[in-house]
């Protein structure tokens, strides 16, 4: 008895363990399709467009809680391309590929202080002070 209810134990675990891997022999279009919606899904919970997203933070630049503003709208999507003396000190440069936009940003404040359509290395002084 005790060894039907292993086998039936080992069997169930690798049926369920295998599963994913006949859909996609047989349509791997499906597996893909379902993992760009999974991308989607993450990639944007506001529900706004890219333009918006830099609207509202050209709005809010200079203000407590544009930093945080940022890292929601763009999370993972800015890469750092620049330093330079700013803010409280030093502000980094950073570029999002997909929008063409340089967002210059101060840690000290958590703040966005200065956006530029393009890739911009150094932001004039009086933008990012």
Do not use: H
């Not at 709005?59 to 407590?64: A, E, L, N, R, V």
Request: proline residues 4%; glycine residues 6%.
């Amino acid at each position: 008895m005790k060894f039907n209810s292993l086998l039936a134990t080992i069997t169930l675990a690798s049926m369920v363990t295998i599963w994913d891997a006949p859909i996609k022999l047989i349509n791997p279009s499906l597996a893909q399709a379902s993992a760009q919606e999974m991308k989607q899904e993450m990639k944007d919970v506001t529900g706004l467009k890219a333009q918006q997203k830099i609207d509202m933070l050209i709005k809010s630049k200079g203000q407590f809680g544009s930093g945080d503003q940022l890292r929601r709208y763009f999370f993972g999507d800015l890469e750092p391309i620049a330093v330079q003396p700013g803010g409280a000190g030093m502000v980094v440069n950073l570029y999002n590929k997909a929008n063409n936009v340089t967002i210059s940003y101060c840690a000290t404040y958590d703040v966005v202080v200065a956006v530029k359509k393009g890739r911009i290395t150094a932001f004039a002084p009086s933008e990012v002070k």
